[in-house]
């Protein structure tokens, strides 16, 4: 069998790296180291029969890129949050105390109550929503506890457009500070 260089699938790992990175956020040489060791692994356990190599490396390559952001989301989500104080009637957050596995700078805690307090009133009561019931939203499966969430929401009289706007601005927000 011909050798197989990762150079020559470079285009297949940036565009499954950048794809990821957009949908979750992670840094762009994790993934791709991550893509990495997915072709290492491919070359190992591809069969001709079974297909071409590039297909093979792809499908091959988007799972491993899957569990590798599953399993560091998970471990990103092992952060406890607990609010000392709520959202003020001018709109404006309290710091929290934050309990984590990895230390949280106090520059990190600016940034972050910066973020907050930088979102309109209506992202605020989300956030607030989410903080103040973790439980309720921390199921390891963003899509469902999306889901919770709009429905609770929706409970509280909430309008469709409301909500995705909302969500819309709180996406937006974490994206460039991130």
Not at 43 to 58: H, L, N, Q, R
Not at 129 to 153: A, C, M, N, Q, T
């Amino acid at each position: 069998m011909t050798e197989l260089k990762a150079e020559e699938y470079l285009g297949l790992m940036r565009q499954a790296t950048w794809s990821f990175v957009r949908t979750t956020g992670l840094p762009y040489e994790d993934l791709l180291s991550s893509a990495y060791m997915a072709f290492a692994n491919c070359t190992k356990t591809y069969e001709k029969s079974k297909g071409a190599f590039s297909t093979y490396f792809w499908k091959t390559c988007r799972t491993h890129l899957i569990d590798y952001a599953q399993k560091t989301q998970r471990w990103n989500n092992q952060i406890e949050i607990r609010l000392d104080e709520t959202l003020h009637d001018d709109g404006e957050f309290d710091l929290w105390s934050i309990d984590a596995i990895y230390t949280i700078t106090p520059e990190d805690q600016v940034i972050f109550k910066q973020m907050l307090d930088a979102l309109s009133l209506d992202a605020k009561e989300i956030c607030r929503v989410v903080f103040e019931h973790p439980e309720e939203f921390s199921h390891g499966k963003p899509k469902l506890d999306r889901g919770y969430l709009k429905e609770k929401l929706r409970k509280m009289g909430w309008t469709w457009e409301k909500i995705f706007n909302s969500f819309r601005e709180i996406r937006t927000t974490l994206t460039e500070t991130a």
